[in-house]
């Protein structure tokens, strides 16, 4: 199979998506963190809402790109960067636990689109 540099953007992209929107993980815990109606938890909780704007404005653009299976099938990277951001901000600990569940997630997504149908009946 031949790689094809626009692909390949494309991916790019898609997976850029994916790190922005991960990132409203770390302020959604910043602002679960702090004292309810403080201004810090207005301060995270506006930057999450933002994040998700800019995530729905980026999403849309990768539809344009790519279609929705192989766009959603990508998402599961979303769980290893929820372990990475939580082990360098907050140092959790990766446990053989999450491992196995982000491994579960990414197979259900797999048997989910395997159909490559979109979960339509063609008539």
Not at 7 to 15: G, W
Not at 26 to 41: C, G, H, M, Q, V
């Amino acid at each position: 199979m031949k790689s094809n540099p626009k692909t390949f953007l494309k991916y790019i992209f898609l997976h850029i998506g994916f790190l922005v929107m991960s990132v409203a993980g770390i302020f959604s815990k910043l602002a679960a963190n702090s004292d309810l109606l403080s201004p810090s938890f207005f301060m995270y909780y506006f930057m999450v809402l933002m994040i998700f704007v800019c995530y729905a404005i980026l999403w849309q653009q990768i539809l344009k790109q790519l279609s929705l299976i192989t766009a959603y099938f990508n998402k599961a990277v979303t769980i290893v960067w929820g372990m990475i951001w939580g082990r360098i901000f907050f140092s959790e600990i990766i446990t053989w636990n999450m491992i196995l569940g982000g491994i579960i997630v990414f197979i259900g997504i797999c048997f989910v689109l395997s159909g490559n149908d979109g979960g339509y009946q063609k008539k």
